[in-house]
Nanobody, 124 residues
């Protein structure tokens, strides 16, 4: 079992930045690909970014490419999502997730473990 806890959400004006953190505990000796997803009210959960188990490979959804950066610190068992140039349409609950699959899984069903989510609100 792996437990994930997100932090770093909040209220920010358009154009601002936030950094989300996802701390993992439990069976962290296994290697996992990490992903960030978000869900706005009335919408399905959508893929935002992923980082491979080995670290160097990353993938982003088109709407955040160039503005968001996913990274990981294996020594701290923590994944991050740096979000710059935030827009009102980025407003959502953001979830981190861990997948035992290699590569860069984009489907929620590919992830076995999920955090509780952190709210990000971007005002115009």
């Amino acid at each position: 079992q792996v437990q994930l806890v997100e932090s770093g959400g909040g209220l920010v004006q358009a154009g601002g930045s936030l950094r989300l953190s996802c701390a993992a505990s439990g069976r962290t000796s296994s290697r996992y690909s990490m992903g960030w997803f978000r869900q706005a009210p009335g919408k399905e959960r959508e893929f935002v970014a992923a980082i491979s188990r080995s670290g160097p490979l990353t993938k982003y959804t088109d709407s955040v490419n160039g503005r968001f950066t996913i990274s990981g610190d294996s020594a701290k068992n923590t994944a991050y999502l740096q979000m710059n140039s935030l827009k009102p349409e980025d407003t959502a609950v953001y979830y981190c997730a861990a997948s035992p699959l290699s590569g860069l899984p984009m489907r929620p069903s590919s992830y076995d473990y999920w955090g509780q989510g952190t709210q990000v609100t971007v005002s115009s």
